[in-house]
Every structure is written in C-alpha cells, then in structure tokens.
C-alpha cells in the first residue's frame, strides 16, 4: 500500500526544511511553505542556495503571530514581524516572473546582508500577491515563492534506487520534497496523474528537473566533489536536455494530510 512516510515545508525560500507530521494545504500549497524569500537588494533577484551553498544552514521558522524567526550558526536569532500586506511593496524577480510584494523591513535585511555576504532584502508573499502557476497549466491555481509548483513528491523507493546507483545515501532534503511516498515501484510515480490522500486531490503536473543545489549536502552546505547525485541522473534520468527527479503536484483544494495516510492513484 502507498503512504505518507515524510511531509516536509520550507517557510523560506532555500532555507533549512522543516519536517513535519501534519500539514494543511491551501491555495498556495502547503500553508507557510516558501512564503518568504531572500533577494538581492539591488536588482530584487531570488537568492538560492544555488550561488550561495551557505543559505542551507539558515533556519527560519513561523511565529505564533505569522512572523518568521531567523537562526544560523554565530548569529542571533531574529524575529521578523509579519510586514504590512500593502506597505513597503518592493519589486522582485523569481525565474520569469516578477512582482510586487511586502518588505520585512531593514532589521531583517541587516541580519540576512551580514549572514549572506552581500546586501539583501528579505521579502513575503501574501496570497493575493501570489504569481500564477508557469506554462500557464492552471487558470487559477497560484504559487507563492515555490521555483514553479505548489508541491513536489518523490517516492522513497525512487531515492533507494538513486542511492544505490550512486554507491551510497543520499539524503532526501538533497531534493527538497513536501511528499514522500512510500510502499511503491521506483519511479512509479513518473506515470501518475491524479492522486488522493484523505480528502484531498492532486493533479501531477510535470516532471522535477533538477538543478546544482542537489549536490548540496543539507547538513553541512558542503557541495559534492563528485558532482552526485547529478552525474548518475545524467546517465538515465536525462529528457530534453534536463535531469528529472520527482513530481510537480498541484492540489485540488484544502485539508489536511498526515503522516501515514494512504496515497490512492486515480489515473
């Protein structure tokens, strides 16, 4: 049978996961996942771990008031109140898109610029400000800060495969998933495209393509010398010039799913 086994969000942008036993899901996806960004204080650019490998032992987590706590090794933790959805709108650019959204302010951006290395901003979207979904796949459905989707599965037989091609672990959160799916075939849900879990349902957009920051290490911000998990995904993983891994969900509606509930392939 197919189940949960992992539920993850990341309520900032290329920041630390934060795994958990249930979530809820709204408009955007997994409520508070990536709702926050970091960008370049200057041209308003997405900052990832993708330049900058460090942003892997950035920790931020939600505050009872909506506001956002920062942490990292050396530096103090930091409350972010939760900016004004109106006030302070800054402009700035996430892959082809842009927007305009709220400003948390200088002290969070002092904290981050000292923390990055370089002058920065710290931005949220609020569910009005969302940009839609690329390719244009839904006419309603928006994302927040997500690089294109609302959520991503893998499942853990397919990371098994991968890890033994490899020649040893790879951590999942290399991957950044929201889903992990347990008890089928690798790569079984290359082929789904609809799900259920408990009263939800998810359309499987595309496939993931994957990109630099997989060969991250989560745990230390260390890249891997060997370029894995990439050059092994080159060898069977590869389609139009990209490496897949994992799958682009776009869910149906709200509610809540936890871990252990059982995943029901629809088509």
Known sequence: MLRLSGLYRYPLKSAIAEPLTDIQLDALGVVGDRRWMVVDAQN???LTQRALPHMSQLLARHTATGGLT???PGFPALDVPLPDPDAMLRGVFIWSDSLYVPDAGDEAAEWLSRFIGKPCRLVHVPAERARYIAGNLSAEQKVGFADGFPLLLIGQASLDDLSARVGRPLEMLR????LVVEGGAAYAEDSWRRIRIGDVEFRVAKGCTRCILTTIDPLTGERSADREPLATLKTYRARD?????????????????????A???LE
Do not use: C, D, H, T
Not at 175 to 178: A, I, K, L, T, V
């Open 175 to 178: 991957f950044r998933p929201n």
């Open 263 to 265: 995943v029901e392939v």
């Open 70 to 72: 920062l942490s990292a």
């Open 241 to 261: 010039g990209e490496l897949y891994f994992g799958q682009n969900l776009i869910n149906q509606g709200g509610g809540e799913l936890k871990l252990g509930m």
């Open 44 to 46: 308003g650019r997405f």
